[in-house]
């Protein structure tokens, strides 16, 4: 069963508890998005984590336009520490800034110790069935 969790017009997110599955689609909209905004929405995402403890995530960035600082990228890795998913699917951003920002953010969680499995999609399709077959 699905369930819509949470909204704005940067985010969306949904949980399939069937697949223990979190999903994230990031909007256009982002490149309006300050850095208080994103830390706003990445402490929604943490709470959602938090409460249902998905094994699977899958992050749509695709259409992602906010660009992650290498500070910002430091305190989300530290925020997720012990509470990531354990597979983690990312449709990437077209933005080549926002790609190489969600890339490092993920090294981060890494080098932090938190050992996930990520795989990069340009396609969503794919990242579903990928996430779907774990």
């Known amino acids: 069963m ?5 909204a704005d017009k940067f985010v969306e997110i949904v949980y399939d508890a069937g ?8 909007y ?8 208080e905004d994103y830390q706003k929405t990445v402490s929604i995402l943490v709470r959602v984590f938090q409460k249902y403890k998905p094994l699977k995530c899958l992050a749509v960035t695709n259409k992602m336009q906010y660009v992650v ?5 430091k305190w989300v890795s ?7 998913a354990k597979y ?16 490092q953010l993920m090294e981060e969680l ?3 110790g938190e050992r996930t499995i990520t795989r990069y999609f340009t396609d969503q399709e ?7 077959s774990i």
């Open 110 to 112: 890494d080098e932090a």
């Open 126 to 132: 794919q990242a579903e069935e990928w996430l779907l």
């Open 69 to 73: 600082t290498p500070e910002l990228q």
């Open 28 to 35: 256009e909209s982002t490149s309006q998005m300050s850095d």
């Open 88 to 103: 983690n699917g990312i449709v990437v951003s077209e933005n080549i800034f926002t790609l190489l920002s969600v890339e």
């Open 19 to 26: 697949q223990s599955l979190l999903i994230h689609y990031w």
């Open 2 to 6: 699905t369930s819509n969790l949470y």
């Open 78 to 84: 530290q925020q997720f520490l012990g509470i990531a």
